[in-house]
């Protein structure tokens, strides 16, 4: 079995933010933050102590992704869902989470772990890659167009 300074030493060289929030209460108040969500964020634990994650949205509270996350905090279970979030410096990137709820020996809920994984790299290639998709798309279409108009097959 490991023992709790080893746990604590996996969490904290994890790659991924790992948040630890209460159930108790409307807010879910975090408990705890390891140091790859202090990086990846730019909060530290002390700053965002006993406070729900929606600093994390700023304004943009109307994402689809917040939608699956709210029912699952609110009803237990599991998800994964990408969503932007923004840094202190109110820079915003795309992240990755996984949230799982915790139960007691009682079956109760308890706790929430969230997992989070900056993924803007990758929403960004994505992004690119339909641009250009859409573009290639239109270069196609004139280039038809130009074919119908000449009455001709070559060009």
């Known amino acids: 079995m490991i023992n709790a300074q080893l746990m604590q030493m996996v969490i904290n060289a994890s790659n991924e933010g790992i948040?630890?929030?209460?159930?108790?209460?409307?807010?879910?108040?975090?408990?705890y933050v390891n140091p790859a969500f202090e990086r990846m964020t730019g909060y530290t634990l002390d700053e965002i102590l006993y406070q729900d994650?929606?600093?994390?949205?700023?304004?943009?509270?109307?994402?689809?992704?917040?939608?699956?996350?709210?029912?699952?905090?609110?009803?237990?279970?599991s998800c994964r869902e990408i969503l932007r979030n923004y840094r202190k410096d109110g820079s915003h990137f795309w992240n990755e989470l996984s949230l799982s709820t915790v139960y007691n020996q009682a079956d109760k809920q308890t706790y929430f772990i969230g997992v989070q994984k900056d993924v803007t790299v990758q929403m960004k290639a994505q992004q690119r890659v339909a641009q250009l998709e859409n573009e290639l798309a239109q270069v196609k279409a004139e280039l038809a167009a130009?074919?119908?108009?000449?009455g001709s097959n070559k060009i």
């Open 19 to 31: 948040v630890v929030a209460e159930q108790e209460g409307e807010d879910k108040p975090l408990i």
């Open 53 to 77: 994650c929606r600093f994390l949205q700023s304004g943009d509270r109307d994402q689809p992704a917040l939608m699956t996350i709210r029912a699952t905090l609110e009803n237990g279970g």
């Open 146 to 150: 130009l074919k119908m108009k000449s």
